[in-house]
């Protein structure tokens, strides 16, 4: 039991830690977005400005998935579970090994895609002209979370009497 509340502790941490990541590339979106206003005002020019914000949304947007999904914020198919009744746990176990095999095929194909990108040295198009293995690492990151939490869930669904990332409530389950 002390076994799995590690584990517990060091899956939780590390959703949370891909949370914080994503934040963190959230501000810097702003830090870019307020460089560039002072370059523009002082007549200078931030070349790449726009591809490093987009950079920083991609790794935001990726790494931010698995701490999502254990807050309950992806958008779920709660109306058609909520209406199955005692299958409900066997609903909740098919969405979740689907959702954790296609992202284990995204964190795949996300990593190869940074292997790739490095032997290849493929660069970006704009302005900046920066290797797009380093962007493409906290995709890489982010699917690689988001495939450890789905099967994370698919497990606690399994071995354990919780019923997914959002308990059923009793007005949901009246309507």
Known sequence: MAMARAVRRLLDGLYLAGGIAGAGFLVLILVIIVAQMVARWTGQ????????????????????????LNRGAHIRVTLLLGRMGRWRKAGEIWAHVIA????????????????????????????????????????????????????????????????????????????
């Open 45 to 68: 020019v931030f070349p790449g400005a726009t591809a490093y914000a987009g950079y920083c949304m991609a790794a935001a947007s990726a790494l931010t998935l698995a701490h999502a």
């Open 100 to 175: 954790a095999v296609t992202a284990t095929f995204f964190a795949r194909y996300a990593i190869n895609l940074v292997y790739w990108s490095e032997k290849l040295n493929d660069i970006s198009q704009g302005q900046d002209a920066t290797p797009l293995w380093i962007p493409q690492l906290a995709l890489a990151a982010g699917a690689c979370l988001l495939a450890i939490a789905l099967w994370d869930h698919v497990i606690r669904l399994v071995l354990t009497a919780h019923m997914g990332v959002a308990e059923p409530d009793a007005a949901g389950a009246r309507e």
